[in-house]
């Protein structure tokens, strides 16, 4: 499991993705904890009325130790400390799906395939 320290720094490296100069609103960055180890990959997109998390993988060998409801709740700070939602889509057959939930996403709309979810501001 990964120490408190090594949680706060992936968040920091979290919100220093908004400061990677890449050309445009999507920014896709693996993530590492201190040891140099990679851990998994997330992508974000910021528009001016929301933020997207796009893609979050967390490697099976680094799932549940709470580092994706870390990065999902930094990001929930960011989307609410700019007053407004932060949105994504899983597939229905996701096991993040509960995760998502339990963190207060509601769903917004559903196709066959996918869930749209919501967590407001």
């Known amino acids: 499991m990964l120490k408190q320290p090594d949680l706060q720094m992936l968040c920091a490296q979290l919100f220093a993705l908004r400061f990677l100069p890449l050309g445009s609103q999507r920014e896709l960055d693996q993530l590492d904890i201190c040891r140099g180890e990679n851990i998994?990959?997330?992508?974000?997109?910021r528009h001016a009325d929301f933020i997207e998390l796009s893609q979050l993988f967390i490697l099976p060998q680094h799932q549940n130790k709470g580092i994706g409801t870390s990065l999902v709740r930094t990001l929930a700070l960011e989307a609410r400390q700019g007053g407004m939602p932060l949105r994504l889509r899983v597939l229905k057959s996701n096991p993040a799906l509960c995760l998502y939930e339990r963190l207060g996403f509601r769903v917004s709309s559903t196709t066959p395939e996918r869930v749209y979810m919501e967590l407001n501001a």
Not at 40 to 45: C, N, R
Request: no cysteine; proline share 0%; charged share 15%.
């Open 40 to 45: 998994g990959a997330i992508s974000v997109e």
